[in-house]
T-cell receptor, first 113, second 115 residues
Framework: NAGVTQTPKFQVLKTGQSMTLQCAQDMNHNSMYWYRQDPGMGLRLIYYSASEGTTDKGEVPNGYNVSRLNKREFSLRLESAAPSQTSVYFC????????????FGSGTRLTVV | GNSVTQMEGPVTLSEEAFLTINCTYTATGYPSLFWYVQYPGEGLQLLLKATKADDKGSNKGFEATYRKETTSFHLEKGSVQVSDSAVYFCALGVYSGGGADGLTFGKGTHLIIQP
Protein backbone atom coordinates (compact mmCIF):
# COMPACT_ATOMS: atom_id res chain seq x y z
CA ASN A 1 0.00 0.00 0.00
CA ALA A 2 1.75 3.10 -1.31
CA GLY A 3 -0.35 5.86 0.27
CA VAL A 4 0.96 9.16 -1.09
CA THR A 5 3.79 8.99 -3.60
CA GLN A 6 5.88 12.03 -4.51
CA THR A 7 8.41 12.32 -7.30
CA PRO A 8 11.18 13.23 -7.52
CA LYS A 9 12.72 12.87 -4.06
CA PHE A 10 15.55 15.28 -4.78
CA GLN A 11 16.02 17.98 -7.40
CA VAL A 12 18.49 20.77 -8.10
CA LEU A 13 17.37 23.59 -10.38
CA LYS A 14 19.04 26.67 -11.73
CA THR A 15 17.34 30.02 -11.18
CA GLY A 16 14.72 30.55 -13.87
CA GLN A 17 14.23 26.90 -14.73
CA SER A 18 10.82 25.29 -14.48
CA MET A 19 9.74 21.96 -13.11
CA THR A 20 6.70 20.02 -11.93
CA LEU A 21 6.49 18.07 -8.71
CA GLN A 22 4.24 15.06 -8.98
CA CYS A 23 1.97 13.64 -6.31
CA ALA A 24 -0.37 10.65 -6.46
CA GLN A 25 -2.50 8.95 -3.80
CA ASP A 26 -4.18 5.57 -3.93
CA MET A 27 -6.58 5.93 -0.98
CA ASN A 28 -9.49 7.44 -2.92
CA HIS A 29 -9.18 10.64 -0.89
CA ASN A 30 -11.05 13.71 -2.07
CA SER A 31 -8.76 16.45 -0.76
CA MET A 32 -5.10 17.02 -1.58
CA TYR A 33 -2.58 19.60 -0.40
CA TRP A 34 0.86 20.99 -1.10
CA TYR A 35 2.98 22.29 1.79
CA ARG A 36 6.50 23.60 1.99
CA GLN A 37 8.71 23.07 5.02
CA ASP A 38 11.47 25.52 5.89
CA PRO A 39 13.74 25.62 8.94
CA GLY A 40 12.11 27.59 11.74
CA MET A 41 8.93 28.10 9.72
CA GLY A 42 7.10 24.81 10.13
CA LEU A 43 4.80 23.77 7.30
CA ARG A 44 3.04 26.38 5.20
CA LEU A 45 0.19 25.62 2.84
CA ILE A 46 0.87 26.50 -0.79
CA TYR A 47 -2.26 25.26 -2.56
CA TYR A 48 -4.99 22.77 -1.89
CA SER A 49 -7.71 20.96 -3.75
CA ALA A 50 -10.80 20.20 -1.71
CA SER A 51 -12.14 17.91 -4.40
CA GLU A 52 -11.47 16.88 -7.97
CA GLY A 53 -11.87 19.87 -10.26
CA THR A 54 -11.22 22.56 -7.64
CA THR A 55 -8.05 24.26 -6.44
CA ASP A 56 -7.49 27.12 -4.01
CA LYS A 57 -4.61 29.22 -2.80
CA GLY A 58 -3.12 28.66 0.60
CA GLU A 59 -0.83 30.85 2.67
CA VAL A 60 2.13 31.09 0.25
CA PRO A 61 0.94 30.55 -3.36
CA ASN A 62 3.13 33.10 -5.18
CA GLY A 63 5.47 31.54 -7.73
CA TYR A 64 3.51 28.27 -7.92
CA ASN A 65 0.70 26.75 -9.92
CA VAL A 66 -1.17 23.51 -9.39
CA SER A 67 -3.21 21.06 -11.39
CA ARG A 68 -5.65 18.49 -10.02
CA LEU A 69 -5.30 16.13 -12.94
CA ASN A 70 -7.81 13.60 -11.60
CA LYS A 71 -8.86 12.31 -8.21
CA ARG A 72 -5.50 10.60 -7.66
CA GLU A 73 -3.03 13.19 -8.88
CA PHE A 74 -2.18 16.73 -7.79
CA SER A 75 0.89 18.38 -9.30
CA LEU A 76 2.80 21.51 -8.27
CA ARG A 77 4.59 23.59 -10.91
CA LEU A 78 7.34 26.14 -10.52
CA GLU A 79 7.36 28.22 -13.71
CA SER A 80 10.54 30.18 -13.00
CA ALA A 81 12.39 28.86 -9.98
CA ALA A 82 13.97 31.26 -7.49
CA PRO A 83 16.44 30.58 -4.65
CA SER A 84 13.65 31.48 -2.18
CA GLN A 85 11.84 28.35 -3.34
CA THR A 86 14.57 26.11 -1.97
CA SER A 87 12.63 23.97 0.46
CA VAL A 88 11.23 20.56 1.21
CA TYR A 89 7.82 20.08 -0.39
CA PHE A 90 5.20 17.74 1.00
CA CYS A 91 2.04 16.53 -0.62
CA UNK A 92 -0.80 15.26 1.57
CA UNK A 93 -4.29 13.89 1.11
CA UNK A 94 -7.39 13.45 3.26
CA UNK A 95 -11.00 12.36 3.12
CA UNK A 96 -13.58 15.02 2.35
CA UNK A 97 -14.03 17.16 5.44
CA UNK A 98 -12.04 14.83 7.67
CA UNK A 99 -9.81 17.19 9.56
CA UNK A 100 -6.55 15.68 10.65
CA UNK A 101 -6.73 12.46 8.71
CA UNK A 102 -3.88 13.62 6.52
CA UNK A 103 -1.53 11.15 4.88
CA PHE A 104 1.74 12.75 3.87
CA GLY A 105 4.18 11.78 1.17
CA SER A 106 7.87 11.46 1.99
CA GLY A 107 8.74 14.82 0.47
CA THR A 108 10.74 16.39 -2.35
CA ARG A 109 13.90 18.22 -1.38
CA LEU A 110 14.36 21.06 -3.90
CA THR A 111 17.42 23.26 -4.16
CA VAL A 112 17.47 26.29 -6.46
CA VAL A 113 20.92 27.67 -7.19
CA GLY B 1 -6.54 34.28 11.51
CA ASN B 2 -5.43 30.95 12.87
CA SER B 3 -2.04 30.35 14.46
CA VAL B 4 -0.20 27.76 16.53
CA THR B 5 2.68 28.45 18.91
CA GLN B 6 4.89 25.71 20.25
CA MET B 7 8.28 25.49 21.92
CA GLU B 8 10.89 24.98 19.22
CA GLY B 9 13.68 23.24 21.05
CA PRO B 10 15.70 21.26 20.61
CA VAL B 11 14.41 19.53 23.70
CA THR B 12 16.93 17.03 25.05
CA LEU B 13 15.88 14.43 27.62
CA SER B 14 17.24 11.23 29.06
CA GLU B 15 15.49 7.95 28.39
CA GLU B 16 12.54 7.30 30.74
CA ALA B 17 12.13 11.01 31.53
CA PHE B 18 8.74 12.73 31.52
CA LEU B 19 7.96 14.76 28.41
CA THR B 20 5.88 17.89 27.96
CA ILE B 21 5.80 19.89 24.74
CA ASN B 22 3.68 23.01 25.03
CA CYS B 23 1.28 24.12 22.33
CA THR B 24 -1.11 27.08 22.36
CA TYR B 25 -3.35 28.31 19.61
CA THR B 26 -5.56 31.09 18.34
CA ALA B 27 -8.42 30.26 16.03
CA THR B 28 -11.63 31.58 14.55
CA GLY B 29 -14.48 29.20 15.11
CA TYR B 30 -14.14 25.84 16.83
CA PRO B 31 -10.93 24.12 15.85
CA SER B 32 -9.86 20.52 15.94
CA LEU B 33 -6.36 20.01 17.31
CA PHE B 34 -3.63 17.58 16.29
CA TRP B 35 -0.13 16.40 16.99
CA TYR B 36 1.96 15.09 14.11
CA VAL B 37 5.38 13.45 14.30
CA GLN B 38 8.14 13.52 11.69
CA TYR B 39 11.00 11.05 11.80
CA PRO B 40 14.23 11.89 9.94
CA GLY B 41 13.83 11.79 6.17
CA GLU B 42 10.12 11.03 6.32
CA GLY B 43 6.82 12.82 5.95
CA LEU B 44 4.56 13.71 8.86
CA GLN B 45 2.41 11.10 10.58
CA LEU B 46 -0.68 11.80 12.64
CA LEU B 47 0.08 11.00 16.28
CA LEU B 48 -3.19 11.99 17.99
CA LYS B 49 -6.09 14.38 17.72
CA ALA B 50 -8.98 15.96 19.66
CA THR B 51 -12.03 17.46 18.06
CA LYS B 52 -13.74 19.30 20.93
CA ALA B 53 -13.02 20.89 24.28
CA ASP B 54 -11.95 18.54 27.09
CA ASP B 55 -11.31 15.69 24.66
CA LYS B 56 -8.12 13.74 25.30
CA GLY B 57 -6.23 12.28 22.37
CA SER B 58 -3.83 9.42 23.01
CA ASN B 59 -1.58 7.10 21.03
CA LYS B 60 1.66 5.18 21.65
CA GLY B 61 1.85 6.44 25.25
CA PHE B 62 1.45 10.09 24.22
CA GLU B 63 -1.49 12.15 25.44
CA ALA B 64 -2.86 15.66 24.91
CA THR B 65 -5.99 17.31 26.29
CA TYR B 66 -7.92 20.00 24.43
CA ARG B 67 -8.15 22.93 26.89
CA LYS B 68 -10.43 25.60 25.53
CA GLU B 69 -10.09 27.87 28.57
CA THR B 70 -6.31 28.12 28.13
CA THR B 71 -6.33 27.57 24.35
CA SER B 72 -3.75 24.82 24.79
CA PHE B 73 -3.04 21.28 23.63
CA HIS B 74 0.16 20.21 25.39
CA LEU B 75 1.73 16.89 24.45
CA GLU B 76 2.85 14.58 27.29
CA LYS B 77 4.45 11.19 27.71
CA GLY B 78 5.32 9.56 30.99
CA SER B 79 8.50 7.75 29.97
CA VAL B 80 10.24 8.57 26.70
CA GLN B 81 12.39 6.21 24.66
CA VAL B 82 15.25 6.81 22.26
CA SER B 83 12.88 5.85 19.44
CA ASP B 84 10.71 8.89 20.29
CA SER B 85 13.41 11.20 18.94
CA ALA B 86 11.73 13.15 16.16
CA VAL B 87 10.18 16.51 15.32
CA TYR B 88 6.69 17.06 16.74
CA PHE B 89 4.19 19.45 15.18
CA CYS B 90 1.08 20.86 16.78
CA ALA B 91 -1.65 21.79 14.30
CA LEU B 92 -5.22 23.02 14.12
CA GLY B 93 -7.97 22.87 11.58
CA VAL B 94 -11.26 24.70 11.31
CA TYR B 95 -13.75 23.15 8.97
CA SER B 96 -15.38 25.94 7.01
CA GLY B 97 -18.18 23.91 5.51
CA GLY B 98 -16.89 24.44 2.02
CA GLY B 99 -14.40 21.60 2.16
CA ALA B 100 -11.08 20.81 3.74
CA ASP B 101 -9.14 24.06 3.79
CA GLY B 102 -5.87 22.77 5.16
CA LEU B 103 -4.32 22.61 8.60
CA THR B 104 -2.29 25.36 10.29
CA PHE B 105 0.96 24.00 11.75
CA GLY B 106 3.28 25.19 14.46
CA LYS B 107 7.00 25.47 13.70
CA GLY B 108 7.81 22.07 15.19
CA THR B 109 9.71 20.89 18.27
CA HIS B 110 12.82 18.82 17.80
CA LEU B 111 12.98 16.16 20.53
CA ILE B 112 16.23 14.34 21.26
CA ILE B 113 16.23 11.40 23.68
CA GLN B 114 19.60 10.29 24.99
CA PRO B 115 20.19 6.73 26.26
Amino acid sequence: NAGVTQTPKFQVLKTGQSMTLQCAQDMNHNSMYWYRQDPGMGLRLIYYSASEGTTDKGEVPNGYNVSRLNKREFSLRLESAAPSQTSVYFCASSEWGELGGYTFGSGTRLTVV
Amino acid sequence: GNSVTQMEGPVTLSEEAFLTINCTYTATGYPSLFWYVQYPGEGLQLLLKATKADDKGSNKGFEATYRKETTSFHLEKGSVQVSDSAVYFCALGVYSGGGADGLTFGKGTHLIIQP
